[in-house]
């Protein structure tokens, strides 16, 4: 047994040691002895024993029960009384006092024990209850709360202190009348909490629950909810409700205010002149507004159950993935800003300015993101055409500036070529033999020639600009096109010591311009015997690939480095060569031979290295018996 500390309040010192004695040998601790009222709240004040024993009738102005009394009431000590007075006025007296034993006097050891053991657990149970009642008062005073029951069939009510407050009220400030309560109830709400009642007790539910608006002592209005339990008769106390009623006005503000700016949200995401979504943390549409659905060509159903993948372009797809994950990372959870494009429903492409924000809950947890859509595509457009504007104008810069060049270099060359011959022939005539003579004219012949292809070249290709050369197909046997160029060109690269072979294909033929194709193979072979040396082989070949033929000069000359095979076709990027034996060009032919080839539908190309010659070759449609099938 745990060593019980006892204090004795007893006026007969010799009973007084007799009670320790047998205390004492049962194995209790007795803290003090003392015979007066005054004694016993000192000692129980600066001693605090765990239990008291009290005689009635004690020495000093107060007697035992007024001393338990303020015991009780002062330091909540449990008091035993030991008295040998056992009539029923001194026993309702002494009950007042809530003691927690009462012993006739003679007693025995045994029935001392039980009544102190028993004084010791009933004091342990009132502790917990206490702890357990300021718990419940500090619960309730925390969440501005009071307590009420109610007895219907006797109109009943009774609140709490803190239900008062609640309402404004100091405890003493309200009675329990049921009208008064009554008519705190906003007048609007009395009728259907009336009503509501009524049916909750129809129904023999037990849990009652109502939401209703109030007037507090100010007349201001706030929200409260009343939740009660319903408990039926019994022998003690007829049918009852009994509950607690919660301030929720904050609450009910706060919802006022988030439906308020719902509506706003809803207002401005609806009435919005742009595209806006509502998209869940993995992508899914949750939300449109009819800008979006329009933009986009989909109905608001459809875009609800797709992913915003589904409508992103393909190449767009990474880049916005990306950009979820990094705002998903950021801890600013700044709006992000990107132009991506959109598959409309019918497969059309538009281009979106597209401002993506991250919206959180008050943790900073994620929610959802907002997506805000503007469409750019005609933006786009006009940006690409004044890109295309761009190129043109720098095209049509460097080709005044090869005009200008040709003019003033290209051109005059020759002609300068031209004149000193022809002064020379003047001046010189009567002293120059016949073969000097001869080679005079040729070398005027061979310069004249040079001004007159330069002259054709020029003029096409200012045609070609004008868009003044018309394009006028016919059928083309490329076996004749090769006995053409073989009979233009077999002097020539004799005369350089070059083998040229024809392998053009009798059942070859074509649809397309004559005199464009005819110039192009030209310039293919005359470049090829321009840029091989002696003992060199050109080699003219066609062949049949698929619905096109493929016409090639493939010769074994100096060839063209990768860096200038870039820049062939390039009027702003031409590359001057002589050829072996310092034949002049302009390098405005193979600009030609590219829009030629062009014009007819087909793709020009280069081939070669450095050193080891080259391969020009272009594709053009075949004619296939039937004009209406050949691919224009």
Known sequence: MNKIKILIAEDEQIVAKNIEKRLTADGYIVVASVSTGEEA??????????????????????????????????????????????????????????PFGYLIKPFENKELNRVVELALYKNKIYQELVETKLRFEIAIKAGNMGVWEFWPT?????????????????????????????????????????????????????????????????????????????????????LRLIGTTTDITERKEAEVELQKSEEKFRNVFEGSGIGMAILSLDGQFTKVNSVFCEMIGYKEQE???????????????????????????????????????????????????????????????????????????????????????TEELKNLNASKDKFF?????????????????????????????PSDIKNSILNIYNSAQQVYNLILNLLEWSMLQSGRLKVEKSIIN???????????YKEGANNKKLELVNHMNDSIFIYADKYMIDTIVRNFVSNSIKFTNPGGKI???????????????????????????????RIDEQTRRDGTANEKGTGLGLILCKEFIEKNNGVLWVEGEEGKGSRFSFTVPRYLGNLNSIEK
């Open 154 to 238: 006797e109109g009943k009510y009774f609140s709490d202190k803190n239900l008062k407050a609640l309402y404004g009220f100091g405890e003493n400030e309200l009675s329990d009348n049921l009208d008064d309560w009554s008519a705190l109830v906003y007048k609007d709400d009395r009728e259907l909490m009336s009503s509501t009642f009524r049916n909750f007790l129809k129904s023999k539910g037990r849990e009652f629950k109502f939401e209703h608006r109030i007037y507090r002592k100010d007349r201001s209005t706030g929200w409260v909810i009343d939740h009660g339990l319903l408990f039926e008769a019994d022998a003690s106390k007829p």
């Open 303 to 389: 875009l609800i159950s797709a992913n915003f993948r589904d409508i992103t372009h393909p190449g767009d797809i990474e880049k916005s993935i990306g950009l979820v994950k990094d705002l998903l990372k950021s801890e600013t959870r700044e709006s992000t800003l990107v132009e991506k494009r959109y598959l409309t429903k019918t497969g059309e492409i538009i281009w979106a300015l597209t401002t993506v924000s991250l919206t959180q809950d008050f943790e900073g947890k994620p929610l959802y993101f907002i997506v805000q859509i503007q469409d750019i595509t005609q933006r786009k457009r006009n940006e690409e055409q004044v890109l295309r504007y």
């Open 478 to 488: 490329l076996a004749e096109l090769g006995m053409e160029i073989m009979n233009l």
């Open 405 to 433: 060049s040709i003019i003033s270099h290209d051109l005059r060359s020759p002609f300068n070529s031209l004149l000193g011959l022809t002064e020379f022939l003047t001046h010189s005539y009567d002293e120059m033999n």
């Open 539 to 569: 080699i003219i070949k066609g062949m049949i690939n698929g619905d096109n033929a493929e016409v090639s000069v493939t010769d074994t000359g100096i060839g063209i480095s990768q860096e200038d095979q870039k820049n062939l076709f």
């Open 41 to 98: 709240i000192e000692k129980a004040k600066s001693l605090t024993p765990d239990i008291i024993l009290m005689d009635i009738k004690l020495k000093g102005k107060i007697d035992g029960i007024e001393t338990a009394d303020i015991i009780r009431r002062d330091f909540q000590l449990p008091v035993i009384f030991l008295t040998s007075y056992a009539d029923e006025e001194t026993f309702q007296r002494a009950k007042n006092t809530e």
